[in-house]
């Protein structure tokens, strides 16, 4: 759709808590420098939005998972600032890296032989630690294919660390033996959450990813993350319910009296899910306007009596304190960001 086409979502990014964040995150790393995983499309808000932010901030490692991330985020950084999680497949995405001088991040011997055979060069390396997911497991980290490598980061990942978990310090362990077998010019485990648990994780690279947009994965971060994403969602049509009258999909609402009812270009397409109507609300001004029946796919409906000067095409804030939704729905803060969709606009 042209930009020129007014939309009826929009979503105001706070830069200067984006930019903020990252600093913050940045001095809780200590003597480690702090990067930023943008995977997701900037975590559901934007590579081409948050990348240069975070680059004026002063982040120079970003982070992506797909191959198909690369470009919009490579338009904003330099030479040698970006790493790709997956890992090459095919011989297509070592050309590819190689061409964009991209680094990807080797998580297997197989990964590691294919970039080797394809001209190799600076990459980083995954270390499986005990997450299971990707990573070179422990009894590989001998072979004479990882050897070979140029390893700019050796890497791990935390499966716990958003929890008091004894898991933490086994990984951090591991990754300390494992790291005097391989090679490299620094290392880095701490996500956000393990940013929180100090300095011995640090090491001398953070990938912080949740904290930057808005999250807080540990209550030590509460005070420090501030929120980034505000939401909006227009309303489309105004109506008097009468009692009995009944809302939404299987009649799950029903007017015990009358009702002014709105109509709210809003729905689980753009991340709002039926999860969030139990309690869910949305507002105006310092109105709060309660869901009526369950949520659509495009649109849901609130109680907006609270709010009688409402007007067609007002715009209602869309609560987004992620730890606090989290709370209210059950989602997680990364599904809350992830899912936003692509249908707003973008406002700062």
């Given at each position: 759709?042209s930009e020129?086409?007014?939309?009826?979502?929009?979503?105001r990014?706070d830069?200067a808590?984006?930019?903020?964040?990252?600093r913050?995150?940045d001095a809780?790393?200590g003597a480690?420098?702090?990067?930023?995983?943008?995977?997701?499309?900037?975590?559901?808000?934007?590579?081409?939005?948050?990348?240069?932010?975070?680059r004026?901030?002063?982040?120079?490692?970003f982070f992506?998972?797909?191959w198909?991330?690369?470009?919009p985020?490579?338009?904003?950084?330099?030479?040698g600032e970006l790493?790709?999680?997956?890992?090459?497949h095919?011989?297509e995405?070592?050309a590819?890296?190689?061409s964009?001088g991209?680094r990807?991040v080797?998580?297997s011997v197989?990964?590691?032989?294919?970039?080797l055979e394809?001209?190799g060069?600076a990459?980083?390396?995954?270390l499986?630690?005990?997450?299971?997911?990707?990573?070179?497991?422990?009894s590989?980290?001998?072979?004479?294919?990882?050897a070979?490598?140029?390893?700019?980061?050796?890497?791990?990942h935390l499966?716990?660390?958003?929890?008091?978990?004894?898991?933490n310090?086994a990984?951090r362990?591991?990754?300390c033996?494992?790291a005097?077998h391989?090679?490299?010019?620094?290392?880095?485990i701490?996500n956000?959450?393990?940013?929180?648990?100090?300095?011995?994780y640090?090491?001398d690279?953070?990938?912080?990813?949740?904290?930057l947009?808005?999250?807080?994965?540990?209550?030590?971060?509460?005070d420090?993350?501030?929120q980034?994403?505000?939401?909006?969602?227009?309303?489309?049509?105004l109506?008097?319910l009468h009692?009995?009258d009944?809302?939404?999909?299987?009649?799950?609402w029903?007017?015990?009296?009358?009702?002014?009812?709105?109509?709210v270009?809003l729905?689980?397409?753009d991340g709002?899910l039926r999860s969030?109507?139990?309690?869910?609300?949305l507002?105006f001004?310092?109105?709060?306007?309660p869901l009526?029946?369950?949520i659509?796919?495009d649109m849901?409906v609130?109680?907006?009596?609270a709010?009688p000067?409402?007007a067609?095409?007002d715009?209602?804030?869309?609560?987004?304190d992620?730890p606090?939704?989290?709370?209210?729905?059950?989602m997680?803060?990364y599904?809350?960001l992830t899912?936003?969709?692509?249908?707003?606009s973008?406002i700062?």
């Amino acid at each position: 759709m042209s930009e020129t086409c007014p939309r009826t979502l929009r979503l105001r990014l706070d830069e200067a808590a984006l930019a903020g964040n990252w600093r913050t995150l940045d001095a809780l790393s200590g003597a480690a420098v702090a990067g930023a995983a943008v995977k997701a499309d900037g975590y559901g808000l934007g590579a081409q939005r948050v990348v240069p932010v975070l680059r004026a901030a002063g982040c120079r490692n970003f982070f992506v998972a797909h191959w198909s991330e690369v470009e919009p985020v490579l338009t904003h950084t330099g030479p040698g600032e970006l790493a790709v999680l997956h890992g090459p497949h095919v011989p297509e995405h070592v050309a590819f890296a190689r061409s964009r001088g991209v680094r990807p991040v080797i998580n297997s011997v197989r990964q590691a032989r294919l970039w080797l055979e394809g001209g190799g060069g600076a990459c980083d390396l995954m270390l499986d630690t005990g997450i299971n997911r990707l990573g070179l497991p422990p009894s590989e980290i001998g072979d004479e294919t990882i050897a070979r490598l140029e390893v700019e980061t050796l890497m791990s990942h935390l499966a716990s660390a958003d929890e008091d978990s004894a898991q933490n310090e086994a990984q951090r362990t591991l990754f300390c033996e494992l790291a005097g077998h391989v090679a490299h010019k620094r290392r880095s485990i701490a996500n956000s959450a393990g940013i929180a648990l100090g300095a011995a994780y640090a090491f001398d690279l953070t990938r912080p990813g949740l904290a930057l947009y808005g999250g807080v994965p540990r209550p030590e971060l509460a005070d420090a993350i501030r929120q980034v994403a505000f939401p909006q969602a227009a309303v489309i049509q105004l109506r008097d319910l009468h009692r009995g009258d009944r809302v939404g999909y299987n009649a799950a609402w029903t007017a015990e009296q009358p009702t002014r009812a709105a109509t709210v270009s809003l729905g689980y397409a753009d991340g709002f899910l039926r999860s969030r109507a139990a309690q869910g609300a949305l507002q105006f001004r310092d109105a709060e306007l309660p869901l009526l029946g369950k949520i659509s796919m495009d649109m849901v409906v609130v109680d907006c009596s609270a709010a009688p000067e409402l007007a067609e095409g007002d715009w209602l804030d869309v609560p987004f304190d992620l730890p606090e939704v989290a709370r209210q729905t059950g989602m997680s803060q990364y599904e809350l960001l992830t899912t936003l969709g692509n249908r707003f606009s973008a406002i700062n």
